[in-house]
């Protein structure tokens, strides 16, 4: 299926996307060399939201790399991911630190506001929840991070009265409505 408009589509049926435009448009710009492939997959992932098989397989059309040779870089980085991602990525820190002072806790509790578990999005593609180990605000335990803001001191109390703060998803969230470093 088409990742961008949601049609049938795959790229062999000529989806006229402009997101394929745009990727096309930053693949010419590029050094025609196979280390160009992991900034052409940054810049895949940043307009699509993440890397399906079909854009895989535009990409590996438009740099004349084998499929295989790109799923594999792909599944080797942490960073690239096949699956969609939800708007917001909630990161909750599994560090020492963050651990010994209630992070698990705090897991439990975004599993159950969020009626998924580490690792999964929403249904309605709000929120991606992982983990990560130590943010470097080991003071600040447990932290969780919301996109790029940090938030030290974490309850799981804290927990449904934030995620508020990221609810108006469907209308698009107004810059005013995040948190920015909040300790
Ligand atoms: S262990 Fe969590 S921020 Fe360092």
Same mark, same amino acid.
Request: proline share 5%.
């Given at each position: ?43 895949? +992932? +940043? ?76 249904? *309605? ?22 996109? *790029? ?35």
């Amino acid at each position: 299926m088409c990742p961008t408009c949601e049609c049938q589509a795959t790229c062999d049926t000529a989806c006229e996307s402009p997101l394929y435009k745009e990727l096309d448009d930053f693949i010419a710009s590029q050094p025609k060399e196979r280390d160009a492939l992991i900034p052409v997959l940054h810049k895949a +992932q +940043q307009l699509f939201g993440f890397l399906p098989l079909e854009v895989q397989e535009h990409v590996s059309k438009a740099m004349d790399i084998p499929v295989s040779q790109i799923l594999g870089v792909v599944t080797f980085y942490h960073y690239f991911t096949m699956q969609p991602r939800g708007r917001h990525t909630i990161n909750v820190c599994m560090g020492t630190a963050c651990y010994v002072r209630g992070a698990k806790k705090v897991v439990e509790a975004l599993e159950e506001e969020l009626k998924i578990e580490l690792g999964e999005t929403t249904p *309605d593609r709000r929120f991606s929840f992982t983990s990560q180990r130590c943010f470097g605000a080991c003071g600040l335990a447990p932290v969780i991070m919301i996109n *790029d803001d940090v938030h030290g001191r974490i309850t799981p109390k804290k927990i449904a009265k934030l995620l508020k703060n990221y609810g108006s998803v469907k209308s698009g969230m107004k810059k005013d409505e995040s948190f920015s470093g909040v300790f």
